[in-house]
């Protein structure tokens, strides 16, 4: 039987948490951390998302609040007893002068699974934002499931990013080939945004081997990488993410 679940965070300026109210696999806890962010874990209660599962976070970044959130491990996509794909949704806001460090675990792609991930960020023109997505294409020694996902930006009411990717059987020809991951099996990406970009914006450069680091089209940066594994992965990304957003 498939689950539908859909859990949710408020975070306000004096780092309180009005609402977090975990649903299913989904449970949420308040952890501690230094600074002044709030933190909020993501631990899976059970194993998900599997074939047919409708699965949420729902965040709000109130005005003024800082708000970190991770995860305790990865997050594994399996094979349900049918054919339909899992879905999972990640909608986030952030207000004025809020900051929202989205940090979880990687996502795996496990043989036989067929999972659809959509992220839907919604700025405020003076909110900052750090959203770390990475994804492991099969666990180890086996084939990759199907995965797309979709991140879809907007910055005061404005487009900032609209990107598709899709790997596995049934995604478009060519996904593993020399022009996209060349045999790698993690791939990943850290968009940061920061008003400040207006003033000091980042050039475009290659990052390690098989990383590239791209200015965006308003106060943002986009890191895209491929890797051997996980490990080699993080470090690409963690290097790029303590130059651009010491904050």
């Known amino acids: 039987m498939s689950l539908r679940a859909t859990a949710r965070i408020v975070a306000d300026a004096d ?15 308040r952890t501690r951390t230094t600074g002044a962010y709030t933190r909020v874990t993501t631990v899976g209660a059970m194993s998900a998302p599997l074939g047919g599962d409708r699965l949420a976070i729902e965040s709000e970044v109130r005005d003024g609040a800082r708000l970190l959130v991770d995860s305790a491990a990865a997050t ?19 207000g004025d002068g809020a900051v929202l460090r989205w940090l979880p675990e990687q996502l795996v792609s496990a043989r036989g699974s067929d999972l659809r991930m959509r992220t839907t960020v919604e700025l405020a023109s003076t909110a900052r934002l750090v959203l ?4 492991v294409l099969g666990r180890h020694g086996e084939e990759t499931g199907t995965l797309t996902t979709r991140l879809t930006v907007h910055r005061a009411g404005r487009p900032l990013l609209d990107q598709e990717l899709a790997y596995g059987p049934g995604a478009p020809g060519g996904w593993d080939g020399g022009a996209v991951l060349d045999g790698h ?9 920061d008003p400040e970009f207006e003033e000091k914006p980042v050039a475009s450069r290659p990052l390690a081997e098989n990383a590239v680091l ?19 992965l993080r470090r690409v990304l963690d290097e790029a993410l303590g130059t651009l957003a010491p904050w």
Not at 214 to 224: I, K
């Open 76 to 94: 594994v996509a399996l094979p349900g007893r049918g054919a339909e794909p899992a879905t999972y949704e990640l909608r986030m806001t952030v």
């Open 132 to 135: 770390r997505e990475e994804q």
């Open 214 to 232: 791209a200015p965006l089209a308003g106060p943002a940066v986009l890191v895209t990488a491929v890797a051997p594994d996980a490990l080699q």
């Open 15 to 29: 780092g309180g948490l009005p609402v977090l109210r975990g649903d299913g696999p989904l449970a949420l806890r």
């Open 185 to 193: 099996r993690a791939t990943g990406q850290l968009l940061v945004v």
